[in-house]
């Protein structure tokens, strides 16, 4: 990189002189002349003068001319912008390099200037900067001079440098103020030469050591300088003994200081020279044993060493009785004493000391409650050993001081709750104030034990029960549970029943698990007898005192196929279903012969009743509707068919066990006259018996319709008022004419249920898995569609 840039720079070069050759030979060559002044060392960049603006050039057609510096220097220290004609310094002048001497530092540039190839001459002048201190080639000048030596002698001290010229180089010399030595300053040439001058005769006795400052000072503004240390030794016989400067020294050390270290150096003058004036030093003989463990003295240096571990905490001062003796004869000694202070250092943490703890505390505890003290302790003093004591972790606890400095009680600072926190980590901080600080950590595990304030819970309040009828008496038909958030008995519940005594009471045929809340029935239940009914069981802890809540319990009994059909005709007068019917031969077909009536004590489909012919003599005489029961001619009857036809109807629920029961019907064919007469004898004999059954028969029938067609009013007014998309199945037999048997309605909270027969409505819904034998019924107050038994 260096030979190609000298390359580069000489063919610069030998291009100017070209340039310059041919402008002389062709006679067009341009010459001018411009002068600027700089300070030396200004910065990268400044404009020292704009060479196209002071030449005259068109500033606003530079773009095609460019500008070239030839320098007669080994580098260039000024450039030219191309753009706008201004010189500028492109790397840092120092003067003392580029000029020697104090003359005037003048730079000649030749800048040429291309198309027109025109060249011209620009003088920079490199003004001084006072950016020099004076300096002697020494820091340290010695004299040994005897004390009798008469005054006016003259000794040559060294002379000052000054790179800087003119005004900012050295103008004079001066000396510290003393009593014996004066300066004098000769003139050579350029340069001031400095002259230690003797006024007043030494004395040893007095003095044997002088320490003079000379002082060189320059021109400049503001003033620079530079020192040079001048010893003067008095040389004298031995007739002094060493004397400290002080009979007692002072220090002050960090404990802690490493071995080795140098804390001190006790020095004794000895006006005497050479044997007489050497001093020794040793350290006294009736000192502690403990400091000679931990101090060592130079015995030439009279440098004090740590020799042991310096602890504050086990001496804060140290007392060191020191002697120092001439090598004279006879020898003459001195001694001082050196109290050395030990600093504390902060290098003992603090101390937590538990004096007392209760790893228990009841949840049930008041704010303020003491669960432990604590004292707190640190070696250092001071600052060092100033504690603050502090709790760290989010616990519900805080630190109250004791009228005892530096002790602690830890009590409770709100009320506390097993249930949410069942134990706490309490960390504690001590810090002292030294700096930097050191800490200490202490952790109390404290448990919170129980106290019996959260009674049982049940899950929700009522709870519903849904069980079948016929259950296993003495067997559990279901359970209740609740929770309680204490711990061991105060969390251990029992269960019992409320009973209230009257003779209704249903609870008297229920009995509960205290343990485990399993329900028992004492007895079967009977849908057909008790539908629904409800009781209160209460939920106890044992806790002291105890704590219990109660939940009422609903509880609806599920009907069962468990009742067969009941023939209600034909029966005849010893209690079994078999009946006559006479009727007329010339009947034609159609004609109502007789209607089987039956009736299930069961609901829905368990009491969903449907005929049918098990036994019949002639299955083209006679046709059986099983739905209503009615037995039809299903065609006239001839010469031929026999007088006498016996009908076994067979009539079944649909339960999913399917019950039943028969009824025998013998139909007699009959002349008209006969059948009439036959008629009147048995309506008037039968009148009597069949009292009893129409009524009951009459009482039931009027009894379902009345709640059917109630049933029927409802459900058409609420889909009325609002209609509503149900989305379950529909019974599709809308032409059966068979008996409902029942139709019952009741609440479960806030659900209507209505259980009906065979026959239902054509809005009214069916719950899957209910067998059919449930109807929801909308219940205008609430959006659900559909409720499940």
């Known amino acids: 990189m260096m030979g190609t840039d000298t390359y580069s720079r000489t063919r610069e070069y030998y291009l100017s002189v070209f340039h310059m050759a041919l402008l002389l030979f062709l006679g067009k060559q341009a010459f001018a002349q411009i002068r600027y002044s700089i300070p030396e060392e200004v910065r990268d960049g400044t404009v020292v003068g704009n060479v196209a603006k002071d030449l005259g050039l068109d500033i606003t057609s530079l773009t095609d001319r460019r500008f070239r510096v030839v320098t007669g220097f080994k580098e260039t220290f000024l450039e030219v912008n191309q753009n706008n004609g201004a010189l500028y310094v492109h790397k840092k002048i120092d003067r003392e390099e580029l000029c020697q001497g104090s003359g005037a530092c003048l730079m000649e540039l030749k800048i040429l200037v291309e198309n027109p190839l025109e060249i ?79 006024k007043k005769p030494l004395d040893r006795e007095q003095k044997n050591k002088q320490m003079l400052l000379v002082t060189a000072v320059d021109g400049g503004k503001p003033t620079r ?80 060493r740590v020799k042991g571990v310096v602890d504050y905490e086990e001496n804060d001062v140290y007392k060191l009785d020191i002697e120092a003796s001439d090598k004279g004869t006879p020898p003459l000694t001195g ?108 952790t109390l595990s404290i448990q919170i034990s129980d106290v019996n304030d959260n009674t049982p819970k049940f899950s929700q309040n009522p709870l519903q029960f849904y069980m079948s009828e016929n259950n296993f008496a003495g067997k559990s038909i279901f359970s209740v549970s609740a929770t309680d958030s204490d711990l061991g008995d105060n969390a251990a519940i029992s269960y019992y029943i409320m009973r209230e005594g009257n003779q209704n009471d249903m609870t008297s045929f229920l009995n509960i698990n205290p343990s485990n809340g399993y329900i028992t029935a ?47 005709y034909p029966l005849s007068s010893n209690g079994s279903a078999e009946g006559v019917e006479e009727i007329p031969r010339n009947v034609n077909a159609g004609h109502l012969v007789t209607k089987v009536r039956a009736y299930d004590a069961d609901i829905g489909y368990n009491g969903w009743l449907l ?52 009824a025998t019907v013998i139909v007699k064919l009959v002349e008209p006259k006969e059948a009439f007469a036959a008629s009147d004898v048995k309506s008037s004999a039968k009148a009597d018996e069949e009292n009893n059954v129409t009524f009951y028969l009459m009482i039931t029938l009027g009894s379902v319709s009345a709640l059917f067609l109630i049933s029927i009013i409802v459900l058409i007014a609420m889909q009325c008022s609002k209609s509503t998309d149900y989305t379950s199945k529909y019974l599709q037999e809308t032409n059966y004419d068979g008996t409902l048997c029942h139709s019952i309605q009741y609440r479960s909270g806030d659900k209507r249920y209505m259980l009906v027969g065979p026959r ?27 409720v499940r038994a």
């Open 611 to 662: 005929f049918s012919l098990q036994e019949v003599t002639d299955h083209s005489l006679f046709g059986l509707d099983r739905y209503t029961g009615q037995i039809r001619a299903l065609r006239s009857f001839t010469e031929t068919d026999e007088a006498e036809h016996k009908l076994v109807i067979l009539v079944k629920d649909n339960g999913n066990v399917s019950l039943s029961a028969t």
């Open 120 to 198: 011209h001459y620009v003088a920079v002048e490199i003004t001084d900067v006072n950016d020099h201190s004076p300096a002697f080639p020494e820091k340290q000048q010695t004299f040994e001079i005897f004390e009798q030596t008469l005054p006016g002698r003259r000794f040559q001290l060294h002379t000052a440098r000054d790179p800087d010229a003119g005004i900012n180089s050295i103008r004079t010399y001066t000396l510290t103020s003393n009593d014996h030595f004066e300066i004098d300053i000769r003139q050579s040439d350029e340069e001031k030469i400095p002259f230690l001058v003797l």
């Open 225 to 304: 300088t530079g020192t040079l240390n001048v010893s003067i030794i008095v040389l004298d016989s031995n007739d002094n003994r060493p004397i400290f400067s002080q009979e007692i020294y002072q220090i002050e050390i960090p404990e802690n200081v490493a071995i080795g270290t140098s804390v001190f150096q006790i020095n004794a003058t000895d006006p005497d020279e050479n044997t007489n004036g050497e001093i020794e030093y040793i350290l006294g003989k009736t000192l502690k044993k403990k400091v000679y463990d931990i101090f060592e003295l130079d015995k030439l240096t009279g440098e004090i």
């Open 335 to 442: 001694e001082c004493r050196v109290i050395i202070k030990i600093k504390d250092v902060n290098d003992n943490p603090p101390e937590i000391e538990v004096t007392s703890l209760s790893n228990t505390v009841s949840e049930d505890s008041k704010p303020g409650t003491v669960i432990s003290l604590l004292s707190v302790t640190d070696k250092d003093s001071s600052l060092n050993g100033k504690i603050i004591l502090s709790i760290i972790s989010e616990v519900p606890f805080e630190l109250k001081p004791s009228y005892k400095e530096n002790t602690y009680s830890v009590v409770t600072k709100r009320f506390l709750d097993r249930e949410e926190v069942s134990q706490y980590e309490i960390t504690i901080k001590a810090s002292d104030c030294g700096e930097p600080p050191l800490s200490t950590f202490k």
């Open 760 to 786: 239902m409505s054509i809005g009214s819904t069916i719950v899957p898995g209910s067998h059919a034998n449930t109807l929801v019924l909308p219940d205008r107050r609430r959006t659900s569609e559909e």
């Open 522 to 568: 004492l007895k079967s239940f009977d849908f057909e007898t008790l539908k629904t009914f409800h009781f209160h069981i209460v939920a106890s802890d044992s806790g002291t005192p105890s704590l219990s809540s109660n939940v009422t319990v609903n509880v609806f009994i599920l009907d069962q196929n468990d009742n067969a059909p009941v023939i209600l």
